[in-house]
């Protein structure tokens, strides 16, 4: 099935971007009310996902519905092909290890370290594409990506030697981690997908697999899915529709038209937005040393956007 989406505006990719970035910075912020609510991790990420998924089904099956017969009637083969269904199902599997452990890791340790920590997916999306396809970063966007990383040691540091910084800081640091290690493999495999699937079906399809893996877990673990309060299930429709149709989906446009490296830079901005966003709402302020490290992460975005033709 391809794409029919047309060429777009040199500067489009940036501020579809932009306001996807702006959009996730209330993820971990919505996450931490739900589980205040005394929503399991797990849970509040399927609930994230699966909203998500069932909000996009109507536009996904419609046409898809009438495309089928069309096909039907001509004798064409199956509307997704066996290594589309395979790269969709793995997708959808990073994808929930990313939140899940991520969403998690906000049981353990801070905002600001949770955030940087798993926006560190340059440093192994570099690796991979190196490893893998011998893709040589060019000059711009490795000094981007080093000045980002760097930026978020630095607020990682800073928020280490902070008193009360979480339950367990090594625990919730290492799950933010493989956080960012999942959700570098779902963008990498996401690039390959979006060159072949419109955008609706490619999210409809991830976002609802990586669902399914979740509530399975949830239900494996005997945790609660559905007795919630008032103020839970707000925090859960607001990480779906914000973070996650907003943020996420402007992420996936962003694939076909930018590199998976770059888009991985720009999430280095959200540990930004995050660190903002829980001073206003849970008073935790920045340090010196963070606010020095934000500057770097911005500079390395910036240098990112300029290696981008």
């Not at 589309?84 to 899940?100: I, K, P, S, V």
């Not at 905002?111 to 570099?126: D, E, F, K, M, R």
Request: charged share 10%; proline share 5%.
């Amino acid at each position: 099935m391809s794409s029919a989406e047309r060429p777009v505006p040199r500067g489009l990719p940036l501020v579809v971007l932009g306001i996807g970035l702006l959009a996730i910075s209330f993820g971990a912020i919505l996450a931490r009310y739900a589980q205040a609510a005394q929503i399991p991790s797990l849970a509040v990420a399927a609930w994230r996902l699966g909203l998500a998924a069932l909000l996009v089904t109507p536009l996904v099956l419609l046409p898809w519905l009438g495309r089928a017969g069309t096909l039907r009637r001509q004798g064409a083969g199956p509307l997704l092909t066996r290594r589309q269904l395979g790269l969709a199902l793995a997708a959808g599997l990073c994808l929930a290890a990313h939140f899940g452990t991520w969403i998690t890791s906000l049981e353990y340790t801070s905002v600001a370290s949770s955030a940087s920590l798993v926006t560190t997916n340059p440093l192994w999306i570099g690796i991979a594409s190196f490893l893998l396809f011998r893709e040589v970063p060019n000059r711009f966007l490795l000094a981007g990506i080093v000045l980002s990383l760097l930026g978020s040691l630095l607020i990682f540091v800073s928020d280490s030697q902070q008193a009360g910084s979480g339950a367990n800081p090594m625990l919730g640091n290492g799950l933010a981690i493989v956080g960012s290690w999942c959700f570098s493999a779902y963008l990498m495999i996401g690039r390959r997908l979006r060159a072949s699937l419109s955008l609706t079906l490619y999210i409809w399809l991830a976002y609802g697999i990586a669902a399914l893996f979740l509530f399975g877990a949830t239900a494996a673990l005997a945790q609660p899915l559905l007795d919630f309060s008032s103020l839970g299930w707000l925090a859960l429709i607001g990480m779906a529709l914000g973070p996650q149709l907003v943020g996420h989906t402007s992420y996936n446009w962003a694939l076909k038209h930018v590199s998976p490296a770059f888009v991985a830079v720009v999430t280095l901005g959200e540990p930004v937005g995050c660190a903002l966003m829980a001073y206003l709402f849970f008073g935790e302020t920045l340090a010196p040393l963070q606010s020095v490290g934000f500057g770097l992460l911005l500079v390395g975005i910036y240098l990112a956007a300029r290696s981008e033709r």
